[in-house]
């Protein structure tokens, strides 16, 4: 959308779709890390889950009002951790799954960003012969291909740790005798995803699209191709990571090939800070919610 190739409206629209057609095609490893990978299933109960909500909740309101491109993965990740290490002490963690996540909260936007980086120096090279005008009116179109790709990329991710809290829920409350992801929430999951993309987060598209730097059809397709690769890989091994970190270092990447200071650092400063909080805070918030709630039922 930054890039001008689509109006806003019909961007979001075409990302919805895509964020809704991944339900079909890449499985749920990343549900299945985040329902048992995280927190011990014995853990948690739907106080757990509402205290852990309440906890995420708070803290994407809060960056989306500030305009902060944060994680709503590892906020809900936070907030699950918070609520049920005030029920059950730290012992109900499991380390290595959250290890897993960390290291990713680290490689993802690295990652991305030296995809971002590959990926604008390999298009500007096959295109050094082109007239500037030709390589926008090419890539505007080849833009429509990258936005589909990173779609599914964001829907397969995101749209699984939702997927993951309902599954484990339903496991633990007694209503499946194994874990597992049924159909019917794997598609009111993507449904979701792609009801909130249709919704638009207009601050954060702004500051993703504009503030960090100035992105042509040429840098939003690789952008997008780096951060779409990103995600579905990491998806496809069970490794559940941020759109959001994966796509902010491409476009630095992308930004940092025509020079260091094309790239915006005293914003992507304040997103990385409010990174590095989104974990503690919202299971900090997460952990009174759940003393509150379960001191009134």
């Known amino acids: 959308m930054s890039t001008g190739t689509l109006s806003p409206n019909v961007a979001v629209a075409w990302a919805a779709f895509f964020n809704f057609v991944a339900a079909f095609g890449f499985g749920v490893q990343v549900a299945a890390t985040l329902g048992k990978g995280v927190v011990d299933p014995a853990a948690v109960d739907r106080w ?53 996540i960390a290291l990713f909260i680290v490689l993802s936007p690295l990652l991305g960003l030296v995809l971002g980086y590959a990926m604008m120096n390999l298009m500007m090279l096959v295109h050094a012969r082109s007239l500037p005008s030709t390589v926008d009116r ?92 990103m995600l579905i890989g990491t998806a496809l091994w069970g490794i559940p990571v941020s759109t959001t970190h994966t796509i902010t270092g491409a476009i630095m990447g992308v930004g940092a090939t025509h020079r260091l200071s094309a790239v915006r650092w005293g914003v992507a400063t ?10 503690p805070l919202s299971a900090l918030v997460a952990g009174i919610s759940y003393w509150v709630i379960s001191g009134l039922v």
């Open 48 to 100: 757990v889950v509402l205290g852990g909500l309440v906890g995420a909740i708070f803290w994407n309101l809060l960056t989306w009002w500030l305009g902060l491109p944060v994680s709503s993965s590892h906020a809900l990740i936070g907030g699950l951790a918070g609520a049920a290490v005030v029920r059950g002490g730290f012992g109900v963690l499991l380390l290595g799954g959250l290890a897993k």
């Open 138 to 229: 090419r890539f505007r179109r080849l833009q429509l291909v990258s936005a589909a790709f990173y779609s599914l990329g964001h829907g397969t991710n995101d749209a699984q740790k939702t997927m993951g809290i309902i599954a484990v829920l339903l496991y633990t409350s007694g209503f499946m005798p194994v874990f597992h992801v049924p159909m019917w929430v794997i598609l009111i999951c993507h449904a979701a995803i792609a009801a909130g993309t249709l919704l638009g987060g207009w601050r954060i598209v702004k500051t993703m699209g504009m503030k960090i730097t100035k992105l042509r059809p040429i840098g939003g397709f690789s952008a997008e191709t780096a951060g779409a690769v």
């Open 270 to 279: 304040r997103i990385i800070w409010a990174w590095v909080l989104t974990i």
